[in-house]
């Protein structure tokens, strides 16, 4: 499946959440000002924790991708959780990229955090396959993403147009339109255009908010209506099962592609961008706000997207699941405590220190020394109202500054 990723672009200017620990490599991640006043200096752990509820999510739906086609629950599971984990991701990294602009040591920060690991684990997946699933044929292109690649394509292409989508008039209904003039397009492979395209909304929502809108979320009648809105997500999930292609989750084909009219392309990716975002405001609503046992982890989703795709895929291609116990209930239990268990592990500090030169690659020695390298971090950002200080280091999926998922 090609669907999972997580946040760490912003930490020190990447995209997805990084793992450098260390309470001073984190003023990007720090809570976001009140609304009348400064920043408190100390990092918000509802972000971490969002980011680790989302990857163990991410981990979890790929690890009952098998199940699906044997069991109406696992698909109607599955289906919920991809209607909003991404789009969640996505959103946090929209919200961390607010102050992105083409600074010279933003612009190296993004190429180290983000393009590098994409040029990395593109590689490394498409060399996987090969030997892995004994197809010597499948090429290795580094402008056709495969697997979980395609976020940090995306993440990359998002920010770079970040500044244009803070200057536009109407940059939600604008990027909604994008969105559908995608699905009803046919860009090819090059780049996952489609997803870039389709998923854009949740990125440009993102740059949209501001702390004020995070505090709505995490009010209590917020709290209160989440549950039964995943309960009704839930029970709307498990009905249409049997009858949706599950492909409309990843927004990677047009409708050409999935075999519907144009306008009954655009019209149910415009249904699923709408579910999708209530979907993620219940999510985020139900995350805790304090600073839990867990919230640490939340700071290494970078590496638990990027590395759970090895397992991912091998327990397919090393028949994991060829038994009957992996089919029923018990074993679907099983499956799941082990996926979110692997999450935990991918994100904890040995793990983080032990894979850092690959997911966040120091490449200070490959730039140029010059104004807005050193010196510019603590410059005030005007212009972006309630801007979190250094955001360029918050993606989805890291704290650092890497990509984000």
């Not at 990395?120 to 290795?140: G, I, L, M």
């Not at 995070?214 to 839930?234: D, E, H």
């Not at 985020?284 to 982890?297: D, I, K, N, S």
């Amino acid at each position: 499946m090609t669907q999972g990723v997580p946040h760490r672009l912003a930490g020190r200017g990447r995209l997805l959440p990084s793992a450098r620990s260390g309470p001073g490599r984190h003023a990007a991640h720090r809570a976001p000002p009140a609304a009348g006043g400064g920043s408190t200096g100390q990092r918000d752990p509802f972000f971490d924790n969002a980011k680790l509820f989302a990857i163990a999510l991410v981990v979890a739906g790929h690890s009952w991708e098998p199940l699906t086609d044997g069991s109406r629950a696992a698909k109607a599971l599955y289906l919920l959780v991809y209607a909003f984990h991404m789009p969640a991701f996505i959103v946090i990294s929209g919200y961390f990229s607010r102050s992105f602009d083409s600074r010279p040591d933003r612009v190296q920060r993004l190429i180290s955090g983000v393009a590098i690991p994409y040029l990395v684990f593109e590689t490394a997946y498409s060399v996987f396959k090969r030997y892995a699933d004994d197809d010597p044929a499948h090429p290795v292109s580094l402008v056709d993403p495969w697997y979980l690649t395609w976020f940090l394509a995306a993440l990359f292409v998002w920010r770079l147009t970040a500044p244009i989508w803070r200057v536009v008039r109407w940059p939600l209904p604008l990027a909604v339109a994008v969105a559908l003039l995608a699905t009803t397009s046919n860009l090819g492979d090059e780049l996952d255009l489609q997803r870039v395209f389709q998923f854009l909304p949740f990125f440009v929502l993102g740059l949209r908010l501001g702390p004020e809108h995070f505090a709505r979320v995490r009010s209590r009648p917020a709290r209160l209506a989440a549950g039964p809105v995943f309960a009704a997500a839930l029970a709307f999930a498990y009905w249409i099962a049997p009858r949706v292609d599950r492909a409309w989750m990843y927004h990677r084909e047009s409708s050409d592609d999935l075999g519907v009219s144009r306008l009954a392309g655009a019209a149910t990716t415009l249904l699923t961008l709408g579910c999708s975002t209530v979907l993620t405001v219940a999510f985020l609503a139900l995350v805790p706000t304090g600073r839990r046992w867990f919230t640490t982890l939340g700071t290494g989703t970078l590496y638990a997207f990027l590395l759970h795709g090895f397992l991912a895929k091998g327990s397919r291609y090393w028949g994991w699941y060829d038994n009957g116990f992996a089919e029923s209930p018990p074993g679907a239990v099983v499956i799941t405590a082990i996926a979110v268990t692997i999450a935990l592990v991918l994100c904890s500090a040995p793990v983080r220190r032990l894979f850092r030169p690959v997911v966040e690659p120091r490449l200070d020695w490959a730039f140029r020394r010059g104004p807005g390298r050193a010196g510019s971090r603590a410059r005030p950002r005007s212009g972006v109202r309630g801007a979190p200080e250094r955001p360029t280091r918050h993606l989805a999926i890291s704290r650092s500054g890497s990509a984000d998922p």
